[in-house]
């Protein structure tokens, strides 16, 4: 009896091990991160992505506060509080912001940025022609043309994982995930038309 009960761990405790390999196993596949190289609408893409590590849980977030998870858009986060717009962001539901990153905001001279900072209605301005009132997925980018919320245009062109906006800022990162918006992290801040 002591011998059978003996088998029957011995069994039980096989099988736990034979189901314990392939799941932790399947813990360490490739997940779906900011190193993704492909475009889809459910992955983030681009060069840049690796030095943007995926926050967790932006997903959740508002798009300033989601944005603001990021070190690499600190300037732009500023940038939007200053000019009183994280509030109106975040409560837009499903946009699209195309994000410069830090080094495009430095750029700019530094009299250049705080006469820009200095001047609430230009920063606004600048920043809204930033932002689509609806969300694009990266399939849209190829060839496309968007009315911003300041009111102009701007393109997209492209293919694969490599888009420009405008004809001149690099999506760097795309298709990251917030609560009300899809981010487009890019590498130029772009100017509205006059």
């Known amino acids: 009896m002591r011998l059978t009960r003996m088998r029957m761990r011995t069994a039980n405790a ?19 991160h900011a190193q993704d190289a492909s475009p889809s ?5 681009g060069s840049g992505c690796a030095g943007l590590a995926q926050k967790v849980g932006t997903a959740k977030d508002k798009v300033v506060e989601a944005a603001a998870a990021y070190p690499q858009l600190s300037h732009l986060v500023s940038a939007a509080v200053r000019a009183h717009l994280n509030g109106a962001l975040d409560e837009k ?24 900072l200095a001047d609430q209605g230009q920063l606004k301005k600048l920043l809204t022609y930033h932002v689509v009132d609806r969300q694009i997925t990266p399939d849209e980018l190829s060839h496309g043309s968007f009315k911003t919320v300041e009111g102009s245009k701007l393109t997209t062109s492209g293919s694969g994982t490599d888009f420009k ?16 918006a899809t981010i487009y992290v890019i590498d130029a801040v772009l100017e509205p038309p006059s």
């Open 41 to 45: 609408p459910s992955g983030t893409f």
């Open 93 to 116: 539901p499903g946009i699209t912001v195309f994000a410069p990153n830090d080094q495009a905001f430095q750029a700019a001279t530094v009299a250049q940025f705080a006469s820009l």
């Open 14 to 32: 096989t099988a736990a091990v034979v189901m314990a390999v392939p799941l932790a196993l399947a813990g360490t596949a490739p997940q779906g």
């Open 165 to 180: 906006v405008n004809g001149e800022a690099n999506i760097v990162c795309g298709n990251i995930k917030a609560a009300n």
